[in-house]
C-alpha cells in the first residue's frame, strides 16, 4: 500500500520551545523520505531528507529522526523561531519512478 | 530566469471550458510532475513524465490530459473544466541522480472553475 500518515494535523509552539512532527509509511520500497516546508503562497520547498540507512539527520535546527523497523520518520525543529510557521509536508520516494507519496501536511504555528 | 515556472498564476474559468496550464523549467530536468492541492488531502499526483514524449498517470488523472514534446515544458490541460477541479495546481521539476534528489516546485496556479 503507497501511504504516508502525518500527524497532528495542526501544532502550536512556543517560540524557543522544540516542533515534532510524526510519520509513517507501509511500503517498503519506498527509499527516499523527504520533508518539504510550504509557506502560503508558494510551492513546497525541500527542507531536509533522509535515507533508510541512516538513522538520523540533523541539519541546523532540523534533524529527521528514522525508524527503519516501526517504518516511521519523524521531524524535531529545535529552538522554534516564527519563521519556522508553515506548512510542513513528509513524503517518501518510490525509487523506480521518483514518484513522492505525500502525507496531508502540519500546519505549524510558532507563536512569539 | 532560472528555474521553474507556472502560467498563468490565477486563472478563473467556467464549467465545460478548457483550460491549459503551463510549467517550463530551464534546468533541462528529465522527469516533471504536475500535481494538485486541496486543503486537507495535502499533494496528489496527476501525471508525470520520466522525459520527452513520456508521460504516465499518477494519482489523479481524470479530466487531465498532458503533453511533453520538449524537455523543459509540460502543459497540463483540463478539457472540460469541471467545478471539482478548482484547485492548486503544482509542477515541479526532479533531476535524474545529482547531489541533490529533490522535486523542485514551481509557485503554483490557482485555478477556480466557476
Known amino acids: 500500500q503507497q501511504q504516508v500518515k502525518q500527524s497532528p494535523q495542526s501544532l502550536i509552539v512556543q517560540k524557543g520551545g522544540i516542533s515534532i512532527i510524526n510519520c509513517a509509511y507501509e511500503n517498503t520500497a519506498f527509499d527516499y523520505f523527504p520533508w518539504y516546508q510550504q509557506f502560503p503562497g508558494k510551492g513546497p520547498a525541500l527542507l531536509i531528507a533522509?535515507?533508510?540507512d541512516v538513522s538520523e539527520k540533523k541539519e541546523g535546527r532540523f534533524t529527521i529522526s528514522f525508524n527503519k523497523s516501526a517504518k516511521q520518520f519523524s521531524l524535531h525543529i529545535m529552538d522554534s523561531q516564527p519563521g519556522d510557521s508553515a506548512t510542513y509536508f513528509c513524503a517518501a520516494e518510490v525509487a523506480s519512478n521518483y514518484q513522492l507519496i505525500w502525507g496531508a501536511g502540519t500546519k505549524l504555528i510558532i507563536k512569539p | 530566469d532560472a528555474g521553474i515556472t507556472q502560467s498563468p498564476r490565477y486563472k478563473i474559468t467556467e464549467t465545460g471550458r478548457q483550460v491549459t496550464l503551463m510549467c517550463h523549467q530551464t534546468?533541462?530536468?528529465?522527469?516533471m510532475f504536475w500535481y494538485r492541492q486541496d486543503l486537507g488531502h495535502g499533494l496528489r499526483l496527476i501525471y508525470y513524465s520520466a522525459a520527452a514524449d513520456i508521460t504516465d498517470k499518477g494519482e489523479v488523472p481524470d479530466g487531465y490530459v498532458v503533453s511533453r514534446s520538449k524537455t523543459e515544458n509540460f502543459p497540463l490541460t483540463l478539457e472540460s473544466a469541471t467545478r471539482s477541479q478548482t484547485s492548486v495546481y503544482f509542477c515541479?521539476?526532479?533531476?535524474?541522480?545529482?547531489?541533490?534528489?529533490?522535486?523542485?516546485f514551481g509557485p503554483g496556479t490557482r485555478l477556480t472553475v466557476l
Open positions: 533522509i535515507r533508510p
Open positions: 515541479a521539476s526532479r533531476a535524474l541522480g545529482g547531489q541533490v534528489d529533490t522535486q523542485y
Open positions: 534546468w533541462s530536468h528529465s522527469y
